[in-house]
């Protein structure tokens, strides 16, 4: 049996590898755009829309506008995550998978990015020699205020 605690998503943002604990991943929306009611979209609070996941509506955010990475041209996926004050989404560009932690690495922020605390991510994981920011769903809640 596989244990899932200790597994990460690695997903993309253009050509920003990303990494986040399944642990706090409830599911990956492919093509959601259809559905996105983008009529409470706030880019001040990087809220790209709303999109109902179970009969309710979650906030959906653009995390590429958080991190000031380039609006990219493929269609979103769109994942779910369990935050603090309750459900919500981030967008990507594709995922790459689900892997096992022991392929990641934990590498330490250099100074130079600033305090981890002031910084919408965890830190940097080495991933197949390739460093990926560390997600953490209630991290990234806080940083853009969950609502």
Known sequence: MINTARMKLVFR????????????????????CSVLDRSEADSGTMLLGRLVHRGDSIPVIDLGKCLEIPVSTTSPIVLILAGESG?????ADRV???????????RPLPILVGRPDSLPYAGLELWRD???VLCEARKLEEYWGGQ
Do not use: C, K, V
Not at 13 to 32: T, V, Y
């Open 13 to 32: 943002l253009g050509e920003i590898g990303f990494a986040l604990s399944i642990q706090d991943l409830i599911e990956i929306r492919e093509d959601p």
């Open 96 to 106: 790459e998978g689900i892997f096992p932690e022991s392929e990641f690495e934990s």
């Open 130 to 132: 390739e460093p990926l």
């Open 87 to 91: 459900i919500w989404g981030m967008t």
